[in-house]
């Protein structure tokens, strides 16, 4: 089993920036993708940013450029620097963590409100 613990989500003014962080413990493989997820309100979760163990990154195309994810293996912890904000990024944020041999593990999420 593993435990994802979410934190850093708040209210904040469009333009401005956020960092979210995710620990997480258990049986934790050296080997794994660890990413960020958000669903709005009346929409289906979606892709944020995900890094492999090994620190390559993927991004979904609306916050290229603005968000960027990274990671420290020897705290198993992830996060994600938001920098311009924009409305359209409010969302409750998921921390998710997976290895082939599982079927992956998600957070309880943070809140992200972006203000306009």
């Known amino acids: 089993q593993v435990q994802l613990v979410e934190s850093g989500g708040g209210l904040v003014q469009a333009g401005g920036s956020l960092r979210l962080s995710c620990a997480a413990s258990?049986?934790?493989?050296?080997?794994?993708?660890m990413g960020w997820y958000r669903q709005a309100p009346g929409k289906q979760r979606e892709l944020v940013a995900t890094?492999?163990?090994?620190?390559?990154?993927n991004y979904a195309n609306s916050v290229k450029g603005r968000f960027t994810i990274s990671r420290d293996n020897a705290k198993n912890t992830v996060y994600l620097q938001m920098d311009s904000l924009k409305s359209e990024d409010t969302a409750v944020y998921y921390c998710?963590?997976?290895?082939?041999?599982?079927?992956?593990?998600w957070g309880r999420g943070t809140q992200v409100t972006v203000s306009s």
């Open positions: 890094i492999t163990s090994g620190g390559h990154t």
């Open positions: 998710h963590y997976i290895v082939v041999t599982s079927p992956g593990y």
């Open positions: 258990g049986k934790i493989f050296s080997s794994n993708i």
